[in-house]
DNA sequence: ATGCCACTTCAAGTTGACTTGAGGTCAAGC
DNA sequence: GCTTGACCTCAAGTCAACTTGAAGTGGCAT
């Protein structure tokens, strides 16, 4: 017998029950039926968790995310939409890795002031260029 | 004369005069005075925002910011928290680009549904690997 | 001296992704 | 048969980082 309930699903997705409960309400996930009260899930819930959580990664909203799993075949678009997240990730890689070189030199850096240390101005330009788009926001989890 | 007012700094900076307002309000910056009733800037806030953009961007809250702003030299911390900031980003840097490669051949895959690609199989896992930290939050700006 | 209009304050609203709390239910173990 | 405890629902709360709106003010061009 195959049925997850919903605490095995937060336990091997790493989710808490009431992330589950409201993915199901947002339509991202279904439940089978319930066991008594309690939810019941296909074992490739871990899938589409997994592809939850990638389409998060790569910028998506659970909204948008939702969406692609509405419609069946137009993958069209959806690879259209999926070259230009590569894109803007690869954008923001670059970005990422000059600010971590930068940080990295500013963490040893000897000089007096960081903003005396020409190496830590330049960062501070690419920093401002990218304030420009996609101000990140982070819930950090602890 | 070398004073800015806030709409001065505002078209430098790129940001609004609401976020400079709140930015203010946070302690992030302060105004050096007022001519009538708006705020006037040394021009070295251009700098400052531009730190604070770089704060942001590796992942700082703006009370973190602020209060880095706040004490004046134990650099010792700062020295501390930033390599531990750049080597998150290291991290990070490490997953979106295997995330990009996912995302890339995803786009031009010729499998019938993503499912059924190994290569994307294999890009589920990093995602999911990903989702227990640092979940990415967008407010993005349009 | 008058009116414009960009600025001001302060409170409240927004967004996305959840979490929390109160009050209820049910299968299972004693 | 009764308690227990993990689940349930639904509404409301939270958090970060701003934005918006209403009502007021003051420098400057006419």
């Given at each position: 017998m195959k049925l997850l309930d919903i605490a095995e699903v937060a336990k091997r997705s790493g989710l808490p029950a009431s992330t589950l409960r409201f993915y199901e309400e947002k339509g991202l996930i279904e439940s089978l039926g319930r066991r008594g009260l309690r939810r019941t899930f296909e074992p490739d819930i871990i899938g589409r968790l997994a592809l939850i959580a990638l389409g998060r990664t790569a910028g998506f909203t659970l909204d948008e995310i939702a969406a692609m799993f509405g419609r069946?075949?137009?993958?069209q678009l959806d690879r259209e939409l999926l070259s230009a997240k590569a894109e803007e990730l690869e954008r923001m890689i670059g970005q990422l890795t000059a600010l971590r070189n930068g940080l990295r030199h500013a963490a040893t850096c000897?000089?007096?002031?960081?903003?005396?240390?020409p190496s830590f101005r330049r960062l501070l330009k690419i920093a401002a260029a990218r304030?420009?788009?996609?101000?990140p926001k982070g819930r950090r989890k602890s």
């Open positions: 069946e075949l137009p993958a000897p000089a007096p002031s960081h903003m005396e240390c304030s420009n788009r996609t101000p």
